[in-house]
């Protein structure tokens, strides 16, 4: 999901350090539960709230330190994973497909030579996701290892007819980074949780990240007005776990803000996860592409100077937006329980907007 935001986002800069304020005029007319933000100002986090209820059919209230689904503004996280294994010699971001994956010989032909670089800027020319729903769904009750799942799942993506030609224009996948991560998990032997867990949030110390819903006593997403308390059982419940590496994370918005300095601090040279020419890579928009690996690229947001990195995510639960001024170290993250249908939209990106005229100057007018 892009981050494009419209009349909602206009405010003026904030007296004070309180965002409580924003969230409930944001929240206000609409069904959603609780919001938490983040504002990060010069790779710090400078302040941060939360409003509402856990769960809506109860009292408990939301608090700072909870854990949240992230959706899929995890992506940059997949996306920083598979550069941490090609700086180590393992993967090749041009290589073809058919290269990384040679037994898989019973694939749609235009697929042979798609590249890392397409799959992770939606270049690649594959459908957002499995295009069976009944082979979809089937992921949901599916017993066996995550790793042999995914084999699954992109041997079946991978015989679908292209939505375009390969390498020539975005269109948005999941598909793409369960494929990635199949080809992750088979040069190192090791699931992808694993992986993320010693090459992403290890080094950043993301201690609360972790993979599908959250637990009990934690913030719950929700649907059609009400708390969802049960795993997932079809394609318009959720995501099925074998999902991770498109966007299953769960983690305290802390956790977000770490990963989310370090990409802005990589941009400067001054990263800790990566070397400068990964930071720049995924933070280039491809030919082709309004996205880079995987961050939305915008010149402009709100009226706001850029450059922006942006990306949002929900899984039909929960929606989570990301956006970051990576020159100044600026930026802010928000998190509803619930999605679109019970206003979270609104409640998420009409408390942001205020705080993009504080974070970044006026943009150029246009002539």
Excluded: C
């Amino acid at each position: 999901m892009s981050l494009a935001l419209g009349a909602t986002l206009s405010g003026n800069a904030l007296a004070d350090n309180t965002l409580d304020p924003l969230l409930a005029a944001a929240m206000e007319g609409t069904q959603t539960p609780a919001v938490a933000m983040l504002v990060i100002r010069d790779d710090k986090v400078e302040r941060q709230s939360v409003r509402g209820v856990r769960r809506n059919d109860g009292t408990v209230a939301a608090q700072n330190d909870d854990v949240w689904l992230i959706g899929s503004t995890g992506k940059p996280m997949t996306v920083a994973l598979i550069a941490r294994l090609a700086e180590q010699g393992l993967l090749d971001w041009e290589a073809p497909l058919a290269k990384m994956l040679p037994d898989l010989t019973a694939i749609n032909p235009a697929y042979r030579n798609i590249t890392l670089t397409q799959m992770l800027s939606h270049r690649a020319g594959l459908p957002e996701n499995l295009l069976d729903a009944a082979a979809l769904d089937a992921f949901f009750t599916d017993t066996r290892t995550l790793p042999v799942q995914r084999e699954a799942y992109i041997r079946a993506a991978l015989r679908e007819k292209p939505v375009n030609v390969p390498g020539t224009e975005f269109a948005y996948s999941n598909s793409g980074f369960l494929i990635a991560a199949v080809i992750a998990e088979r040069v190192t032997g090791t699931d992808f949780e694993t992986l993320m867990q010693r090459e992403v949030f290890k080094p950043l110390g993301m201690d609360s990240a972790g993979f599908g819903p959250t637990s009990a006593d934690q913030p719950q997403g929700h649907r059609a007005g009400k708390p969802v308390t049960t795993a997932p059982q079809k394609a318009d419940d959720g995501v099925p776990p074998m999902y991770t590496p498109a966007g299953n994370l769960h983690m305290r918005l802390q956790d977000m803000a770490k990963f989310a300095i370090d990409q802005m601090a990589g941009s400067r040279g001054k990263g800790k996860l990566l070397a400068p020419a990964s930071y720049r890579l995924m933070q280039t928009a491809q030919s082709g592409s309004p996205s880079g690996m995987d961050w939305g690229v915008q010149a402009s947001i709100a009226g706001r100077k850029g450059p922006v990195l942006t990306h949002g995510g929900s899984d039909g639960n929960w929606l989570a937006w990301v956006a970051l001024f990576p020159e100044s170290g600026n930026g802010v993250i928000a998190i509803a329980n619930a999605a679109e249908d019970m206003g979270a939209d609104k409640a998420t990106m009409g408390a942001m907007g205020p705080v993009f005229a504080e974070l970044a100057p006026p943009a150029a007018a246009k002539p």
